[in-house]
Protein backbone atom coordinates (compact mmCIF):
# COMPACT_ATOMS: atom_id res chain seq x y z
CA UNK A 1 0.00 0.00 0.00
CA UNK A 2 1.52 3.46 -0.75
CA UNK A 3 1.81 6.04 1.70
CA UNK A 4 1.02 9.70 1.63
CA UNK A 5 4.30 11.41 1.81
CA UNK A 6 5.57 14.50 3.93
CA UNK A 7 8.04 15.68 1.16
CA UNK A 8 10.83 18.48 1.67
CA UNK A 9 12.08 19.81 -1.53
CA UNK A 10 14.86 21.76 -0.80
CA UNK A 11 15.61 24.01 -3.81
CA UNK A 12 16.24 27.79 -4.75
CA UNK A 13 14.97 27.84 -8.01
CA UNK A 14 11.02 28.75 -7.96
CA UNK A 15 11.03 27.08 -11.88
CA UNK A 16 12.23 23.63 -10.29
CA UNK A 17 9.42 24.33 -7.55
CA UNK A 18 6.70 24.80 -9.75
CA UNK A 19 7.90 21.71 -12.03
CA UNK A 20 8.04 19.39 -8.91
CA UNK A 21 4.29 20.96 -8.24
CA UNK A 22 3.47 20.24 -11.44
CA UNK A 23 4.64 16.93 -11.55
CA UNK A 24 2.88 15.55 -8.60
CA UNK A 25 -0.39 17.01 -9.81
CA UNK A 26 -0.15 15.93 -13.39
CA UNK A 27 0.76 12.27 -11.45
CA UNK A 28 -2.28 12.55 -9.44
CA UNK A 29 -0.35 12.03 -5.85
CA UNK A 30 -1.37 12.88 -2.48
CA UNK A 31 1.86 13.58 -0.85
CA UNK A 32 1.98 16.92 0.85
CA UNK A 33 4.73 19.16 -0.45
CA UNK A 34 6.80 21.21 1.87
CA UNK A 35 9.29 23.92 0.43
CA UNK A 36 12.71 25.51 1.52
CA UNK A 37 14.82 27.89 -0.34
CA UNK A 38 18.06 26.86 0.99
CA UNK A 39 19.38 24.64 4.01
CA UNK A 40 19.23 27.39 6.28
CA UNK A 41 15.45 27.99 5.48
CA UNK A 42 15.21 24.20 5.74
CA UNK A 43 16.68 23.82 9.50
CA UNK A 44 15.24 26.90 10.56
CA UNK A 45 11.60 24.96 9.99
CA UNK A 46 12.73 21.86 12.15
CA UNK A 47 14.33 24.00 14.95
CA UNK A 48 10.99 26.02 14.83
CA UNK A 49 9.21 22.33 15.36
CA UNK A 50 10.76 18.88 15.12
CA UNK A 51 7.93 17.32 15.20
CA UNK A 52 6.80 17.75 12.08
CA UNK A 53 9.70 16.34 9.87
CA UNK A 54 9.45 15.32 6.26
CA UNK A 55 9.35 11.70 5.41
CA UNK A 56 11.92 12.31 2.38
CA UNK A 57 14.28 15.37 1.29
CA UNK A 58 14.79 16.21 -2.24
CA UNK A 59 17.64 18.52 -2.00
CA UNK A 60 19.37 20.43 -4.93
CA UNK A 61 23.08 21.20 -4.94
CA UNK A 62 23.90 24.45 -6.13
CA UNK A 63 22.29 27.06 -3.58
CA UNK A 64 22.69 30.12 -1.94
CA UNK A 65 23.67 30.33 1.96
CA UNK A 66 24.23 26.86 2.61
CA UNK A 67 24.83 24.45 -0.43
CA UNK A 68 23.39 20.98 -0.44
CA UNK A 69 26.51 19.28 0.50
CA UNK A 70 27.11 21.52 3.31
CA UNK A 71 23.21 21.21 4.54
CA UNK A 72 23.52 17.40 4.00
CA UNK A 73 26.26 17.19 6.32
CA UNK A 74 24.50 19.60 8.68
CA UNK A 75 21.91 16.93 8.58
CA UNK A 76 23.46 13.80 9.25
CA UNK A 77 25.19 15.21 11.88
CA UNK A 78 21.75 15.79 13.90
CA UNK A 79 20.51 12.58 15.70
CA UNK A 80 16.91 13.54 14.91
CA UNK A 81 17.40 14.09 11.01
CA UNK A 82 20.01 11.37 10.35
CA UNK A 83 17.56 8.73 8.98
CA UNK A 84 15.48 10.91 6.83
CA UNK A 85 16.18 9.65 3.03
CA UNK A 86 17.68 12.28 1.09
CA UNK A 87 17.94 12.48 -1.95
CA UNK A 88 19.97 14.66 -4.08
CA UNK A 89 17.89 16.41 -7.44
CA UNK A 90 20.63 18.56 -9.04
CA UNK A 91 22.00 19.34 -12.63
CA UNK A 92 25.74 18.38 -10.99
CA UNK A 93 27.18 15.54 -12.69
CA UNK A 94 30.45 16.35 -11.50
CA UNK A 95 31.96 12.55 -9.88
CA UNK A 96 33.40 14.76 -6.93
CA UNK A 97 29.89 15.86 -5.99
CA UNK A 98 28.72 12.38 -6.16
CA UNK A 99 30.84 10.81 -4.57
CA UNK A 100 30.97 13.23 -1.37
CA UNK A 101 27.63 13.03 -1.38
CA UNK A 102 27.33 9.03 -1.02
CA UNK A 103 29.68 9.37 1.58
CA UNK A 104 27.76 11.96 3.25
CA UNK A 105 24.94 9.22 3.66
CA UNK A 106 22.44 10.14 0.67
CA UNK A 107 19.84 7.71 -0.56
CA UNK A 108 20.00 8.59 -4.27
CA UNK A 109 21.17 10.85 -6.81
CA UNK A 110 18.96 11.65 -9.64
CA UNK A 111 20.17 13.97 -12.44
CA UNK A 112 17.34 16.55 -13.65
CA UNK A 113 16.90 15.68 -17.09
CA UNK A 114 16.33 18.51 -19.61
CA UNK A 115 12.68 16.76 -21.16
CA UNK A 116 9.46 17.16 -18.73
CA UNK A 117 8.60 13.82 -19.77
CA UNK A 118 11.90 12.53 -18.56
CA UNK A 119 11.64 14.46 -15.33
CA UNK A 120 7.96 13.29 -14.66
CA UNK A 121 9.13 9.83 -15.32
CA UNK A 122 12.35 10.22 -13.02
CA UNK A 123 10.06 11.73 -10.32
CA UNK A 124 7.51 9.35 -10.32
CA UNK A 125 9.63 6.71 -9.80
CA UNK A 126 11.65 7.97 -6.77
CA UNK A 127 8.11 8.73 -5.08
CA UNK A 128 6.19 5.92 -6.15
CA UNK A 129 9.27 3.67 -4.13
CA UNK A 130 9.78 5.72 -1.07
CA UNK A 131 5.89 5.47 -0.44
CA UNK A 132 5.93 1.45 -0.63
CA UNK A 133 9.42 1.57 1.13
CA UNK A 134 8.91 0.79 4.89
CA UNK A 135 10.44 4.11 6.35
CA UNK A 136 10.52 4.18 10.05
CA UNK A 137 10.55 7.68 12.25
CA UNK A 138 13.60 6.87 15.01
Known amino acids: MEKKLKILLVEDNLIEVMKM?????????DHILHEAKNGEEALILWEEDRTNLPD??????????????EFLKILKKES???HIPTIILTTSSNEKDLLECYREGISGYILKPLKYEDYVKKI???????SINELRKL
Open 80 to 82: YLK
Open 56 to 69: IILLDLNMPKINGI
Open 21 to 29: KRTISFLKL
Open 124 to 130: ESVLVYW
